[in-house]
């Protein structure tokens, strides 16, 4: 084999597997001297690759981790399986890992020859997966992958957009960060059309187009994606005032509690009380409290005692009927 950067690659290639490779092995596999995967190996190790090398009759070379990453390369099969792995990562709430698995996603995906592109739709296609977060959105991975290349571009974006109340309109941004909560997506951008700063909810955005035009990225106003964001939604939705004691210890209330609700503070050796605001639904609410698994009294606001008053008034009648069924 006398192409070098052929013959690196495939040297590469064998050292990414997990083993330790002797010299005259590895020479009898790429069909050159040893003294040639000396030098091979070198240049490995030149481009930031850590390949360690071991003496004596058993020894030989194996690539081992190093102070950076550096590029890998991957079999059909093993690209295929990563892409479907990522793309799981990316469309579940797995704190901490989704936004990285898009960035991994739009990278490895453009890079992926066509057939294999064609196996991992396939694949997807034929997954159905089980969605447990109650009002969890989903999201195409397609969607977010077209956003993350067009943000790691500075390419302007269009695409189609449905409001809440179900009003449908097309959409020009800068797209500047993609922000992952527990349970949807959503893409911070500047929106050409209003002239100012949006936030979109990942699953009412169809059809995602870069348009190829490219821009300088502005300056976002709070300087962060998801502060922005948090800031948005705060003045979208009305904040709930809560008070609500326990009849329990504080620190087993606040083990059953979302952080997001706060912390209560002890009333008490088996109790305590919660004052806290909430930008989340009164249904939400009713239900985290009621699953605190513990008698609580709420003290304000007056819709939340009233929802669940109506909600206790329902799930007692369901019992009920149960009961005269015989079920």
């Not at 990453?69 to 792995?85: H, Q, R, T």
């Not at 974006?157 to 009003?167: E, I, K, N, S, V």
């Not at 004052?275 to 409290?289: F, P």
């Amino acid at each position: 084999m006398t192409d070098t950067p052929a013959r690196l690659l495939n040297l590469l290639s064998l050292l990414q597997t997990p083993r330790e490779w002797p010299g005259s092995e590895l020479a009898e596999r790429l069909e050159v001297s040893p003294r040639t995967i000396r030098r091979d190996i070198d240049r490995l190790r030149d481009l930031g690759y850590p390949v360690e090398a071991s003496r004596g009759a058993v020894g030989g070379y194996r690539l081992v981790a190093g102070t950076a990453m550096p590029p890998l390369l991957l079999d059909d099969e093993e690209a295929v399986a990563i892409a479907v792995g990522l793309r799981a990562g990316a469309g579940h709430a797995i704190d901490g890992v989704e936004e990285a698995s898009v960035r991994a996603l739009a990278k490895l995906e453009q890079v992926l020859p066509s057939r294999l592109r064609r196996r991992v739709s396939t694949l997807q296609a034929a997954t159905v997966p089980l969605l447990v977060g109650g009002d969890a959105a989903s999201v195409d991975p397609r969607t977010l992958t077209a956003i993350a290349a067009a943000i790691t571009g500075a390419e302007r974006l269009r695409f189609g957009y449905r409001a809440g109340d179900g009003t449908r309109t097309k959409r020009q941004v800068e797209p500047y960060r993609l922000v992952s909560t527990a349970r949807r997506w959503y893409l911070v951008a500047y929106d050409l059309g209003r002239e100012d700063w949006r936030t979109f909810r990942l699953d009412r955005v169809g059809e995602p187009f870069p348009t190829g035009a490219r821009f300088t990225p502005r300056e976002l106003p709070t300087g962060d994606a998801a502060k922005f964001l948090s800031s948005s939604m705060s003045r979208a939705q009305p904040r709930i005032e809560l008070d609500v004691s326990f009849a329990a210890p504080a620190e087993f209330v606040a083990a059953r509690l979302p952080p997001s609700l706060g912390v209560p503070e002890p009333t008490g050796p088996d109790s305590c009380r919660l004052r806290a605001t909430s930008a989340d639904s009164l249904e939400w609410v009713a239900l985290r409290l009621a699953l605190v698994d513990c008698e609580f009294t709420v003290r304000r606001p007056a819709l939340l005692i009233e929802h669940i008053a109506e909600l206790g008034g329902r799930l007692t009648r369901a019992a009920g009927d149960g009961e005269a069924l015989g079920t």
